[in-house]
Structure formats: C-alpha cells, structure tokens
C-alpha cells in the first residue's frame, strides 16, 4: 500500500498563477484534509471532508478550494496565488474524524 | 477555544541524556490525544493514541503518558535517531472532532 500520496512535490508560482494540488489514498479512509505548514505556527486545517461528497472549511480557508473527487481523492485549487500561500501543504486521511490521521510526504509551494 | 500548547518549543539533548516534551491542553471532554513524529522534510507520522488519565503507552526509548490536563512523552536515553519535532493533537469540542496540532518540540541528540 500507497498510504498516502501527494503532487506534485514541488511547486514555484508567480503571482496570480492558479495550481491544483492532487492527493489519494488507498487505505479506504472516509476522511481527508489539508492542512499547511508555516515555521512557527504548527499544522493548521485548510479544508476537511468527513465523507465522500461533503466539504467544511477549516480554520484557514480563504484562497483556497477543495474537491471530493471520490473516494480515494481530495483535491486542493489556489486560484489566484498570493505569496502569503508560499508553504508546505500535507494532506492527511483516517476512517474517521476522531481516529488517527495518516499523512502524505508534503507539498513545498513557492509563490513569487 | 479548544488550545493545545507543547513546550518546550525546542530541547537540545546529548545521546543518553533523558527528558520530557509537555503537551497541555484545554478541551472539553478529552475524546483522545495523539502524539505524531516529523522527521524534516516529511509529513507527520503517528506515535500514540491516549484516551483516558492514567494511560500509559510505550514504544522503543518513548513512553508517552496523559494526566487530565497534559500530556508527557518521556524519552529514555535518547540517541541521534531520535532527532525529530515532535507534534500532539486533541480532538476539538465540537462536532467535527476535527484534531486541533500543537505546535511541536524540536528536539535535537547530539552524539
């Protein structure tokens, strides 16, 4: 097993560029998440999906958008990007909210 | 608000050298905490699961202990390989149980 993977691994934007980050899983988990990674400031929760089909916002959500492509598949789309998005991005999976998270390698972004 | 606070934020230790990491948290009614490792340059990767005061877990030179207020992960006679941060999280309050991170330690060994 996969676990759970994420690409690209590495990223340079500019300004206004748009990307979507892919992430899957193979362990048949309900949940999934992104989070992003700043020095200083920990893990914090972009978007979240309890199940397949259903979306909520996380704690940073603004300039950003998700998708539950299915099952296995949570995407993540910056559509205009900012610098102040420059981070790594993990996303993670369990089976369910409460349970243990599983975390793919990362996500490094750069936008200039 | 759900908090979770780890400290401290960094410890330097030589090989041998045994210590603690701290993570307090507020929440109401505990519905478990986690302790992840993170090497650098990889995501978070699951230590402990802790659900109730008086747990204790073990794995390799790390034992990790809950109270109702905090958490400890002790690590006994650290070496090099240890070198990672060090990361607890606790369902939040409402609804979604969605984890709330601390932080995280940095911790060093030095040979």
């Known amino acids: 097993n996969a676990g759970v993977t994420q690409t690209p691994k590495f990223q340079v934007l500019k300004t206004g560029q748009s990307m979507t980050l892919q992430c899957a899983q193979d362990?048949?988990?309900?949940?999934m998440y992104w989070y992003r990674q700043d020095p200083g400031m920990g893990l914090r929760l972009i978007y979240y999906s309890a199940s397949e089909g259903t979306t909520d916002k996380g704690e940073v959500p603004n300039g950003y958008n998700v998708s539950r492509l299915n099952k296995r598949e949570f995407s993540l789309r910056l559509e205009s990007a900012a610098p102040s998005q420059t981070s790594v991005y993990f996303c993670?999976?369990?089976?369910?909210?409460?349970?243990?998270?599983?975390f793919g390698p990362g996500t490094r972004l750069l936008v200039l | 608000e759900d908090q979770v606070t780890q400290s401290p934020e960094a410890l330097r230790l030589q090989e041998g050298e045994s210590s603690s990491l701290n993570c307090s948290y507020t929440v109401s009614g505990l519905r478990g905490l986690f302790w992840y490792r993170q090497d650098p340059g990889k995501g978070p990767e699951f230590l402990f699961t802790?659900?109730?005061a008086g747990e204790e877990k073990e794995k390799e030179r790390l034992k990790a202990t809950l109270t109702k207020k905090e958490s400890f992960l002790h690590i006994t006679a650290p070496k090099p390989e240890d070198s990672a941060t060090y990361l607890c999280?606790?369902?939040?309050?409402?609804?979604?149980?969605?984890?709330?991170f601390g932080r995280g330690t940095s911790l060093i060994v030095h040979p």
């Open positions: 993670a999976s369990s089976s369910g909210s409460r349970e243990t998270q599983y």
């Open positions: 802790l659900y109730s």
């Open positions: 999280a606790v369902p939040s309050s409402g609804g979604s149980y969605i984890p709330t």
């Open positions: 362990m048949n988990h309900n949940s």
